[in-house]
């Protein structure tokens, strides 16, 4: 099995161009192997601009969770690490880090299905994310979490597994938020919840990133809302990018609007039969 690397030095690249600042985070064509035999991804490049939301879309086992894990660092519970390519943060070498490093690098990870300690309260779950912390604005950033998300100052007090699928997955995001990320890693927070939760979620998400400067990418199956938040996207089938380009772009492409977000080329919505069917000729093609 590979041993965790280090956080490298910084890149020694080309000469940005003026008043351009780099991406904050760069994945090259990195390929993603478990137990040294399974290949998940292949050839994965995509990049993550300073301050902007970044949609991660695909089906369900196109790879988006693995891109996520390889960013960081928890390939390593699950036997998969990185075999060739790189990622970079910061100009910063992270390929197969370890996450403890990763996390102190200011890049955090909200995985799916909230993960969140069931036998604390909301409050002590918000201070866990704080542990790593050595400075006196704990408290502060508590009380923002808690204008983003008023049902938690609610339930502050109440164990954290009796809380909703929504508010569990506004305790999850807290919960990051308290570490004070620069980079958000977001793994299908639609998942499981009511639309009209989902919609309120992801408002909050775009205020984040409006009103904290915090850089997002998200893994989302919902295209439609997620392609309502973000400000570049990528499509991924079967362990490879295949599609690219900012978010009007893609709502405007014939194929994503067909196969991610359920519309005719005029505009209306399709049936679940049509789509269905779409997809199976799209899988031939």
Avoid at 15 to 40: F, G, K, Q, S, T
Avoid at 138 to 159: A, G, K, S
Avoid at 207 to 213: K, S
């Amino acid at each position: 099995m590979t041993q965790p690397a280090t956080l490298g030095a910084p890149l020694a690249g080309s000469p940005a161009a003026p008043n351009v600042a780099p991406p904050l985070l760069v994945v090259n064509n990195i390929e993603v192997v478990y137990h040294d035999v399974i290949l998940v991804l292949k050839g994965v490049s995509l990049a993550v601009p300073q301050g902007q939301i970044v949609a991660l879309l695909g089906t369900n086992g196109a790879g988006k969770s693995t891109t996520l894990k390889s960013i960081s660092g928890l390939l390593q519970a699950e036997e998969g690490h990185v075999r060739h390519g790189t990622i970079h943060y910061q100009g910063r070498d992270i390929t197969n880090a370890d996450p403890a490093d990763i996390v102190q690098a200011g890049i955090v990870q909200v995985l799916e299905g909230r993960r969140i300690f069931k036998h604390l309260t909301v409050e002590e779950n918000l201070r866990v994310g704080s542990i790593t912390r050595r400075d006196s604005q704990v408290r502060q950033d508590m009380e923002l979490v808690y204008q983003y998300f008023p049902r938690l100052y609610e339930r502050r007090r109440q164990l954290a597994g009796y809380c909703s699928g929504g508010e569990q997955q506004m305790l999850a995001i807290g919960r990051a938020l308290m570490v004070r990320p620069h980079l958000l890693l977001l793994d299908e927070p639609s998942l499981g919840l009511a639309p009209m939760l989902v919609q309120e979620i992801f408002d909050i998400i775009a205020r984040i990133n409006a009103e904290q400067g915090t850089t997002i990418l998200l893994v989302e199956q919902n295209a439609r809302v997620a392609l309502g938040v973000a400000h570049y996207g990528y499509i991924m089938e079967n362990g490879r990018i295949v599609q690219e380009g900012p978010v009007d772009q893609l709502k405007n492409n014939p194929d994503v609007k067909e196969f991610y977000l359920g519309l005719t080329e005029s505009g209306t919505r399709k049936s679940y039969r049509d789509v269905k069917a779409y997809r199976r000729r799209k899988r031939y093609m």
